[in-house]
């Protein structure tokens, strides 16, 4: 019996629950180890307890109140399922309360954002078009393509926005987990700013037809945008979707600068430890907790060992992001635990990805 007894860590991976929460729920005393340490006062479950835990882990994805858990387990525990489903129908009649008012809500707030114009995300009406060197087109889809949304839900962030301005062409994508921004120079034309949010397919042909030393040209007509090249073209029509006012999004405080070598940087990331973390969406995935030393090292720590000073990031987004800086050497800039982590060019200013930090305490 002694060795089926889980860590903290184990019993986190085997249930759905971070070690935040299972310490959370110890201290409610919803879910308390069967075996406490004396000495290191580390916790120890026993095999009966996954059970309970995995439905513990289920009705804290819906977002059921503590009492009711509380409730919901002794009811579990005691075999009551007349109390079980009648505390979780009434949960699932307030939940269905919350969202007919926050239909509402979004009703009037859409009504209010359709009423505001918004210049820096409206089309222009007259052609638009310049030249833009073909590898810097290249590299700038390149650098941004990651951070695109594939949400059905977010149309609006579903294509990558093209900011013409100052004689630069510049290029961002987000999903809002993750922020990609990358310019590229363009010629032959000095009017006022422009912008239109360009599909994923049709920024996927273009990118195919900039595989060359020469400058291809890009036209915005109205709601048409088009990319041609020697004797071929990828063209469509631009989203109709506002896109956010991403220059709002981009100054993150500045934090600790680290230089990192990607290759070996991505492999420690790869090979090293990761904890599970649920999102608020119930969707789980690896999470990477970042440590800056006082030596200015950067170090990955074990699942349970977190500082309050820590970083959590999603690993995946981090790899994409170092894979797209394109750059044998990036820099990450990092703040407090709940701002961005950037990461930067040593040498393109210009060319950056923002990734949000993942909450490590519940």
Do not use: K
Request: proline letters at 6%; aromatic letters at 4%; hydrophobic letters at 45%.
């Amino acid at each position: 019996m002694e060795n089926e007894m889980r860590s903290i860590g184990e019993m986190a991976r085997d249930c759905g629950l971070s070690v935040s929460a299972l310490r959370f729920y110890d201290r409610a005393g919803v879910l308390v180890p069967a075996r406490v340490d004396p000495v290191s006062a580390y916790r120890w479950y026993g095999p009966e307890q996954v059970a309970e835990a995995r439905l513990l882990a289920c009705l804290r994805r819906t977002g059921l109140p503590l009492a009711d858990i509380r409730m919901v387990l002794a009811g579990w525990s005691g075999a009551d399922t007349d109390l079980v489903r009648g505390l979780l129908q009434a949960h699932l009649r307030r939940l269905e309360r919350e969202l007919a008012v926050a239909r509402r809500e979004f009703s009037a707030l859409r009504a209010l954002l359709d009423a505001r114009e918004n210049p820096l995300t409206s089309l222009s009406t007259a052609a638009v078009r310049l030249s833009v060197p073909a590898p810097e087109f290249a590299a700038a889809l390149d650098a941004v393509r990651f951070a695109a949304a594939t949400d059905p839900d977010l149309p609006m962030l579903g294509g990558i926005l093209f900011d013409v301005e100052g004689g630069s062409l510049n290029l961002v994508a987000t999903d809002r987990h993750r922020m990609a921004v990358a310019r590229a120079a363009a010629h032959g034309y000095d009017g006022p700013p422009v912008q239109a949010v360009v599909p994923l397919p049709v920024a996927d042909a273009m990118r195919a037809l900039s595989g060359g030393e020469e400058p291809v040209w890009l036209t915005l007509d109205g709601d048409r945008v088009s990319l041609d090249s020697a004797d071929r073209q990828a063209a469509g029509h631009c989203l109709e979707h506002g896109f956010p006012d991403y220059r709002r999004l981009v100054r993150p405080p500045a934090g600790r600068r680290i230089t990192v070598d990607v290759a070996a940087f991505r492999e420690a990331l790869r090979t090293g430890p990761v904890r599970g973390v649920r999102g608020r969406d119930g969707e789980s995935g690896g999470v990477s907790v970042l440590r800056v030393g006082g030596d200015g090292t950067l170090t990955l720590c074990e699942d349970g060992e977190e500082e309050p000073d820590d970083i959590g990031v999603n690993r995946e987004f981090l790899l994409d992001a170092l894979a797209a800086g394109a750059r044998e050497r990036l820099i990450l800039e990092l703040g407090a635990p709940v701002a961005p982590l950037a990461i930067r060019r040593p040498d393109d200013d210009g060319a950056f990805s923002l990734l949000m930090p993942v909450r490590l305490e519940d």
